[in-house]
């Protein structure tokens, strides 16, 4: 393809403003551009929890996002995954310690399925027993949020450490910990199939329609 053809199908291109799930409150995301709306559909945008927060710690924090609508010049996206990064978990790991991990399928109250990744760092050498306590106390406590959470209210309390913190408190008794993370999750319901909820109008259509 010639220069001039790239440059004209680069400037036949329209600039879309994409915004994050309901779970994180619509925020925006940035812009992307696309030949039309349908070259939009199933786009899968990353950043991190740093981009939507502005708080430096949660930069290891990586959210995926998949758009699943387009209306007019606004992209609307779904969550579609969260993973910490492997350098943040690398730098967890010390030695002399141990790294207990966990890995549950479960439903949210809304029927939603997902795949959580915990994983539990100890002060200092744990036994296999205490390894599988620890485990079975990580299981109880994801499926206990699960069971009485939707979608979104899971993936917040999951993304902003509510589960972890919970899991720590319990798990602790057990044996001491030094850190516990949710390091993963996997949407795997499609996400075209998870229920959309309408983002609120902006304040001066609001105020327009008044």
Request: with cysteine.
């Amino acid at each position: 393809m010639s220069e001039r053809r790239r440059r004209d199908k680069w400037s036949m291109k329209k600039w879309y403003t994409v915004y994050a799930s309901s779970a994180f409150g619509y925020a925006e995301l940035g812009l992307v551009p696309a030949l039309t709306d349908k070259h939009l559909l199933r786009r899968t945008i990353e950043v991190s929890l740093f981009d939507l927060t502005k708080d430096i710690t949660q930069l290891p924090y990586k959210l995926k996002f998949q758009i699943v609508k387009v209306d007019g010049d606004r992209a609307h996206t779904q969550f579609k995954g969260f993973e910490l990064t492997r350098d943040y978990i690398r730098s967890l790991v010390r030695r002399g310690s141990s790294k207990v991990d966990g890995i549950f399928d479960v439903y949210t109250k809304d029927g939603v399925h997902l795949r959580v990744m915990v994983m539990a760092i100890t002060l200092h050498r744990a036994k296999t027993s205490q390894k599988k306590a620890i485990r079975k106390m990580m299981k109880e406590v994801v499926e206990e949020f699960a069971s009485k959470l939707d979608f979104d209210a899971f993936i917040q309390e999951a993304v902003l450490g509510k589960i972890s913190a919970e899991i720590f408190n319990r798990a602790k008794k057990i044996y001491p910990l030094r850190k516990c993370e949710v390091r993963k999750i996997k949407v795997l319901t499609p996400t075209f199939e998870i229920p959309l909820k309408a983002p609120p109008l902006k304040a001066t259509q609001a105020s327009s329609a008044a």
